[in-house]
Every structure is written in structure tokens, then in C-alpha cells.
């Protein structure tokens, strides 16, 4: 949720009863002005909040020259202080954190064991042993980074034309765009993922008769497995506005008005996979 329309923007997901209260609009609001200003950033965000037993964690983020490359993960307890959130890269822990499958306590030096999924020996096409399933040490703080991670990788989303690719190579906020139209607005090819794109590049803009190399570098929805079914597009043709659930992750929602620059993208949930999406179709 860009902090340049903070309210406007959480006015726009009450239509599907994600909400702040007033006092927690306010205190993040102000809190995130502060942040920016001390870490001298060019864009600041909430990613939004997730559920724990005892506290929740709020996620925010902000970046200086690069909005892909650039972003700084904060967390906050209290939505006043924030913590910056630390760089995982080990494999194990990103492992270790989709089976984890207890709820999120709110401590972030709380420890916990995970056991990971045994792994085959395969000899000639063969199974030819298993090896003991590992047990991996889960600090709550590195599952915090990882899920948050992860669910930006795999749901948060962006309308075509909103960033633009310079020629060096930054990826900055397009100044000239100015929102989809009625026959794009309902379209999930003109919604893309708000990250690296994985897919080359030739792949995305072979997709298009109308591409164009400085704004179709990144990944679209549509190509998201399962296909077709891991976003739902709802339409409130009064307002304007176009509302994008994800099936995968429940709790992360992105709005647009149409034929406006302001979208945006927030979770409210408890960082739990949907793994019976395809049992539900």
C-alpha cells in the first residue's frame, strides 16, 4: 500500500472487509513518514500484517533508486518501532518454513524444530536408499523473512505500464502512467507480478502484439499455475475499482482504479498457504 494514498487506498479494500482501524491507520501512517525520512527513501510501502497468537507482526517496506532490486523489509510489533527484517538465503529455512504449520507466536527470537522432507537417493532411474528427514532450528524472525518473501514472489501484483525499466537497467515508478481502461480492467494479461521476473523476456513479450520493451519485462498473472485459478477478479463498476484475491495466499488483495495511477497491495492473514485450492473447484 503506497504511503502517498494511504487512506484512499485502504478505503478502496474495505469493499471486501480488509480494514484498519482508525487509531492503527493513523499510528502506521505516521510511523512510515518517519521511516522514510530516516532511511532517505524514494518509495515507502505496508505490505500489511500478519497474524500471531500473542502480537501481530506488521510488514512494511521501502526503496532508494530501485524498486525491484532496492527494498529494505521492516517489522513492527507495537506499529510504531520498526525492525528491519534479515536476509534469508539459506534454502533449509525457506524449506523449513512452508512446512511449518504452527501459527506464529509474535516473539521474534522465539525458536522451533521443523522436519523436513526426506530426501532419495536415486541410483540408474532407481530409489536406491532415503535419507533421514533433517531437522532444521527455525528462528521465528527468519520464518517472518522467508514467508514474507514468498508471498511477494508468488502474489503481489502490479498493473501494466505501473514501473517502468530504464535503460541502465532501474526499475523506477512510471510518472506517465495513468491506469487501465474499461477494456483492459477486466483483463488478467495487464495485471503482472510485483517482482524479478523468472520467465526470459523474450517469453512475456512474445505473449503481446502490442509489447513493449520497457514495460513488459515483468511476469503476468495469467501464467500463474494453477492456471486460471489462483486469482479472482471482481469488478465494482460503480466505483471504478477492480479487486484481485489471491487463491494461493487468502488474505492478499490488490485494488486498481481504473483510469488512475493509484493501486496498490495488501495482506491481512495468518501466512498459511492454501494448499486445498485444487480440491475446491
Known sequence: MNLEFFSEGLDCLMYCGMKLSP?????????????????????????GRITATKNDYYIAFGYTSDCLKDRKYFYSL???QWQLLPFVQSPKIFQATILAREPFIGDPSMMSYV???PTFDIVGNQVAGISRPEVVKLKEEERLAAI???????????????????????????????GLNDLQIDNQSYYQLYRL???????NLAKRNDYNYAIDFLDTIDGVIPLGQSFALNMQRNERLVIIKSCLWMGMTFFHKMNSHKHGFLYLGDGKKNFDLLFMY
Not at 24 to 46: H, K, T, V, W
Not at 149 to 172: N, Q, S
Not at 197 to 203: A, E, F, S, T, V
Open 23 to 47: 487509531e492503527q491507520r493513523i499510528l502506521i501512517e505516521n510511523s512510515l513518514i518517519a521511516l522514510q525520512n530516516d532511511n532517505r527513501f524514494s518509495g515507502m510501502y505496508l505490505w
Open 78 to 80: 507495537d506499529q510504531f
Open 115 to 117: 522436519k523436513l522432507d
Open 148 to 178: 514474507v518473501f514468498i508471498i511477494t514472489e508468488e502474489c503481489a501484483i502490479c498493473p501494466r505500464g505501473a514501473f517502468y525499466k530504464m535503460t541502465d537497467g532501474r526499475v523506477i515508478p512510471n510518472q506517465m502512467f495513468r
Open 197 to 203: 521476473p523468472r520467465n526470459d523476456l523474450k517469453h
